[in-house]
């Protein structure tokens, strides 16, 4: 019995800060985001992807807004202003360079080399990737 109490406190005990800090294979494009620690919270920048790998130069050319259209992709940040609850990180953003456009998201783990990125237009208007850690 104290075991299986034991094994419910870890079950829901919070996620530690950084376990998702690292780089991340995303479930299309074969992209790779690295997750890192921003003060309190945690953003994601592009490292490379299948289209990166073909062009290098790649810029933001979907972006809605007009001035930004010429930032490079490679090295740009995605994800940010999350605050951890529990068992995810919330209330954060991800940018899809695909349309230009910026959604809602969360972060949750789904094991120590997975996790389930959510991305809302508005709630239930959602679609979740399951990432996996590499390297």
Known sequence: ?????AGLALASAPQQPDAVVGRWKTETRNAIVEIQRCGPSICGRILTSDALRTNPNLRDAKNSNAALRNRPLKGLQILGGFRQEGQG????KIYNADDGKTYSAEITLAGPNQLKLRGCVFKPFCKTQTW???G
């Open 89 to 92: 990180w919330y209330g954060g």
């Open 1 to 5: 019995m104290m075991l299986l109490l």
């Open 132 to 134: 996996t850690r590499v």
